[in-house]
């Protein structure tokens, strides 16, 4: 598998789902973005790590980091290897006297653990090209908003499947063009399972 490096790009609250939130990796050398859907626990953790905050006590992926250097193993890098019916999946890459072990994560807890070690986050071109959305004017002074700077939206109870594979494709647009990633997560899954 061909390793492509992602960087976390932020938190947005979900447009569609009450009380989750979209993750947003992009590519490091190319313009696609990567909305994964996660849950407000594990975006809290996420979150606290990219703003730089320290709780009083340690929290549990803290805890967990504080566990491996404590027993000298070290995270070398996180995977996002797999990508079925809208699920990531992913595997953390760990080192212990000298000998390489893979450990099966959610993605969400990988990626937390991924800042508090600092190690790098990969995916392959398949996942890429099964996920990745691209943005068609991407502005470097509007970064997706902080999990912390969000009020909680409307919930969308609706589907798209009644919509036509070209309203589908002009929703997507939109929904790219206003940076909601969620619901284009949600509207790409929905395109793709009329591809098979």
Do not use: W
């Amino acid at each position: 598998m061909q390793k492509i490096r992602l960087n976390i790009l932020g938190l947005s609250v979900s447009q569609t789902q009450s009380g989750a939130y979209a993750l947003v990796l992009a590519e490091e050398d190319g313009e696609r973005r990567i909305p994964i859907i996660i849950g407000p626990v594990e975006a809290q953790a996420i979150a606290i790590q990219l703003e730089g905050l320290k709780p009083p006590r340690p929290l549990t992926h803290d805890l967990i980091k504080n566990m491996a250097l404590a027993f000298d193993i070290a995270l070398l890098e996180v995977t996002i290897y797999k990508l079925e019916e809208g699920i990531f999946y992913s595997e953390l890459l760990c080192e212990m006297n000298g000998k390489e072990i893979r450990i099966d994560s959610r993605t969400s807890d990988a990626v937390a653990l991924a800042l508090r070690f600092r190690c790098p986050i990969y995916t392959s071109e398949e996942i890429l090209q099964k996920a990745g959305i691209v943005l068609e004017s991407d502005d470097e002074n509007s970064p997706v908003r902080s999990m912390m700077d969000e009020e909680e939206p409307e919930t969308s109870g609706s589907s798209y499947a009644q919509y036509s594979t070209s309203d589908l494709q002009e929703l997507l647009d939109e929904a790219i063009e206003d940076e909601d990633y969620e619901k284009a997560s949600i509207i790409r899954d929905e395109l793709n399972k009329r591809e098979k």
